[in-house]
């Protein structure tokens, strides 16, 4: 069984900056790609940040030159970097990672932590 746990939410004011992590366990084979969605209240899940095994990223245009996404491959963890932090980055934020276990390959989701930007 595999689960994905983030970490690093909380409340910062605008400017400011945060970090999450998302740590992958479970019988996982390879991990093909890990990644950050983000859901405002009201609004569709969208992509922030994603990263390849073979280290490509690519970021939503909104996010670009703020965010940085990173991973340390020992530990099955990726990070998020969020710099200059704006109230629109207010959302709860899910890490994504395509993997293959056991029965195949599959997409997992972690529970999600919630970013508040404000003053």
């Known amino acids: 069984q595999v689960q994905l746990v983030e970490s690093g939410g909380g409340l910062v004011q605008p400017g400011g900056s945060l970090r999450l992590s998302c740590a992958a366990s479970?019988?996982?084979?390879?991990?093909?790609?890990m990644g950050w969605y983000r859901q405002a209240p009201g609004k569709q899940r969208e992509l922030v940040a994603a990263?390849?095994?073979?280290?490509?990223?690519s970021y939503a245009d909104s996010v670009k030159g703020r965010f940085t996404i990173s991973r340390d491959n020992a530990k099955n963890t990726v990070y998020l970097q969020m710099n200059s932090l704006k109230p629109e980055d207010t959302a709860r934020y899910y890490c994504?990672?395509?993997?293959?276990?056991?029965?195949?390959?599959?997409?997992?989701w972690g529970q999600g932590t919630q970013v508040t930007v404000s003053s």
């Open positions: 479970g019988n996982i084979f390879s991990i093909y790609a």
């Open positions: 990263l390849t095994s073979g280290g490509s990223t």
């Open positions: 994504n990672a395509d993997l293959r276990v056991i029965l195949g390959r599959g997409t997992y």
